[in-house]
């Protein structure tokens, strides 16, 4: 009786591992999501660098199934100094460098933007919040580093003429104080460095002046 059921167990199982290596041999046509990458040069930016395109590939089950639990990617680089609208060709790309074969890719093509990057030196702007304590005012306020160097995209650089600092309280400020402080960037195609500076902010005791009203600051070198 339990010999029986040994070998009925063990038939079960024998069949279930043919049923999966017949499956497994058979060939089909999957569709697997790639993620393709572009490369260029440092002193350009590509939008968009990464997008995920669907390639068809015709294979054995067991070639592609560890296809479809891992992350894939199609690197492809932008030669020259190619700007603006770039059309690639991902089916030249895909029969290049993929290792499996396959029947199609969707889209075809992709289009991105290529724009350069370029490096410039711009004047910090430190943005006061609120007034001195009662009876002072400010008499000087110094920045350090006064310029700072700004990496963007040509059509983003031009619009920035200067860099604001974030928000600085003099409102308890009574002589010397001294803040470090970081600049703001909101576009991440920006890059600002150094991102912070410090800021020495003065302010003196009025006599015989007419209180709450500051003087103008000045940006140190």
Do not use: C, W
Not at 9 to 32: A, E, G, N
Not at 70 to 98: A, F
Not at 168 to 178: A, E, L, N, P
């Amino acid at each position: 009786m339990e010999s029986n059921r040994f070998f009925l167990i063990l038939s079960f199982f024998l069949t279930v591992m043919l049923f999966v290596y017949v499956k497994m041999d058979q060939i089909r046509t999957v569709p697997v999501d790639f993620i393709v990458r572009i490369r260029a040069s440092e002193d350009v930016i590509v939008i968009p660098r990464d997008s995920v395109v669907k390639v068809y590939i015709r294979d054995r089950v067991r070639n592609i199934l560890p296809l479809l639990f891992s992350r894939r990617y199609l690197e492809i680089p932008i030669k020259g100094k190619r700007v603006g609208n770039v059309m690639v060709d991902l089916k030249k790309v895909v029969r290049k460098s993929l290792d499996y074969p396959y029947v199609s890719i969707e889209p075809e093509s992709l289009e991105v933007f290529v724009e350069k990057y370029r490096r410039v030196r711009r004047e910090v702007s430190p943005r006061i919040k609120g007034t001195p304590p009662e009876g002072y005012r400010i008499e000087d306020v110094i920045v350090r580093p006064a310029f700072v160097e700004v990496r963007a995209p040509e059509g983003i650089l031009n619009g920035i003429q200067f860099v604001e600092t974030e928000d600085i309280d003099v409102s308890s400020v009574k002589g010397v104080d001294t803040f470090r402080v970081a600049l703001i960037n909101e576009n991440k195609t920006v890059e600002i460095y150094p991102d912070t500076v410090e800021i020495i902010l003065k302010t003196r005791r009025m006599e015989g002046e007419n209180i709450g009203n500051p003087a103008g600051s000045r940006k140190g070198k």
